[in-house]
Each structure stands twice: as C-alpha cells, then as structure tokens.
C-alpha cells in the first residue's frame, strides 16, 4: 500500500475543531485523525445496503433516569425482528450498560441502533456490526 501525500486546507474554525477532535479522542496527530474519519465514513456507507449482519449495541445510561429504561423498551419492541438477545448490566448505582445482541439487514440495524443511541439522556452508544452472509 503506497502513503502518498497530500495538502488539506481548512478554515480556521474547522481546523479548530480537528485540532480538539484530536485532543479529546487521544489522536497523536491531525493526520492520524482525518485517517480515522474517513475510514469510519467509508465503512458507514457500506452499511448503506441490504446485506445480513450481526452485531451488537452498546448503550450506557443512567439507571434512575425511569423514562430513558421506557424508551429503550418502547423501541426495542418494534425491532423485534431483529433482536436476538438484550442484556442490561449494573455498573455501578448510577450507570447501566445495555447490550442488544442483533441480526438482520445492516440498514435496519442502523436504525435501531440510531434511534437507540439519541435517545435523550444516553451517555454512551455504539454499534457494532459484522456481515453475516
């Protein structure tokens, strides 16, 4: 695989928020961020399709907020087709992490996943996806 080399130019503002984008997620450079971005960009797209896959989402929530455990239950039950298992494990007595086993089309994965993860009050959320045909 060649490295080649290229200019980027930027506006000042979105240069700024790279430069904390590197920051906040532990980047040793600006470079190795705008990798990270784009190869994330490019394996989201590929899910853009119809292809069986499995996987898991990964919420963590805070357990005394009632009505984030409703919605949660709410939404999984209109994509039951798709979910194989979901588990909640007890972090500590604030923090529940929610672990929903699934397999199905890869788009309508990633919408249950986006709805699951913008639910209002979810502090953490992640899919996490392999084809499985």
Same mark, same amino acid.
């Given at each position: 695989?060649?490295?080649?080399?290229?200019?980027?130019?930027?506006?000042?503002?979105?240069?700024?928020?790279?430069?904390?984008?590197?920051?906040?997620?532990?980047?040793?450079?600006?470079?190795?961020?705008?990798?990270? =971005?784009?190869?994330?960009?490019?394996?989201?797209?590929?899910?853009? &399709?119809? @292809? $069986?896959?499995?996987?898991?989402?990964?919420?963590?929530?805070?357990?005394?907020?009632?009505?984030?455990?409703?919605?949660?239950?709410?939404?999984?039950?209109?994509?039951?087709?798709?979910? =194989?298992?979901?588990?909640?494990?007890?972090?500590?007595?604030?923090? &529940?992490? @929610? $672990?929903?086993?699934?397999?199905?089309?890869?788009?309508?994965?990633?919408?249950?996943s986006d709805r699951l993860t913008t639910i209002r009050g979810i502090k953490h959320g992640k899919?996490?996806?392999?084809?499985?045909?």
């Open positions: 695989m060649a490295l080649k080399r290229f200019g980027v130019s930027l506006e000042d503002n979105l240069l700024e928020s790279l430069d904390n984008y590197v920051q906040d997620n532990g980047f040793s450079n600006r470079s190795q961020a705008i990798r990270f =971005l784009v190869e994330k960009n490019v394996a989201e797209q590929k899910w853009q &399709c119809n @292809h $069986i896959v499995a996987g898991t989402i990964i919420i963590m929530y805070d357990q005394k907020k009632k009505e984030i455990i409703s919605r949660i239950t709410d939404i999984q039950q209109r994509y039951q087709d798709v979910i =194989l298992s979901s588990s909640q494990y007890y972090i500590n007595q604030n923090f &529940c992490l @929610h $672990i929903a086993t699934v397999m199905g089309e890869a788009l309508r994965l990633t919408e249950l899919l996490v996806m392999s084809r499985a045909d």
